[in-house]
């Protein structure tokens, strides 16, 4: 195995390990809990717009292939979004948790996503269409008072 590649192979260990904790952090602490959480071990966002967009692309490809096609455990949507704002958040990107709903021939749906500056990052640019996005940001971005 080539020493290069190590580092990769450990950071997908890590990170098909923190899926499914995000997924039982969110079942046990509740969304909001767990964004503040985010906001708050993760630096201010410091890169300009330009940046961060370049930044997450590969860190948001990565995310969405390791949880879809080697977890044992597929994350839902709002656990693959949490761990992937954190990640971006990391590396000073000011990503967010967008949460929607919608109603389509019968029960209510929900689903969620990692957004940055509105737009998408682990989910179609047509899901802001879709359905009808949610302000749960209580105490916005940074978990602060409202």
């Known amino acids: 195995m080539a020493l290069s590649r190590t580092p990769a ?10 899926l499914p904790i995000a997924a039982a952090a969110v079942r046990r602490w509740g969304l909001h809990r767990c964004h503040q959480w985010i906001c708050r071990h993760a630096p201010s966002p410091a890169l300009s717009a330009t940046q961060a967009r370049r930044v997450a692309a590969p860190v948001t490809q990565w995310v969405m ?58 989910d179609r640019p047509e899901v802001v269409r879709i359905y009808d996005q949610l302000d749960w940001e209580r105490g916005g971005a940074d978990g602060g008072p409202p």
């Open 9 to 18: 192979i450990w950071s997908t260990i890590g990170l098909l390990c923190l």
């Open 65 to 122: 292939t390791v949880n879809r096609r080697y977890a044992v455990f597929a994350a839902p949507c709002l656990a693959e979004s949490l761990v992937l704002v954190w990640l971006l958040r990391r590396r000073g990107i000011g990503a967010t948790v967008a949460l929607g709903i919608r109603t389509l021939f019968g029960p209510l749906e929900s689903h969620a996503w990692a957004s940055l500056d509105g737009h998408p990052l682990n």
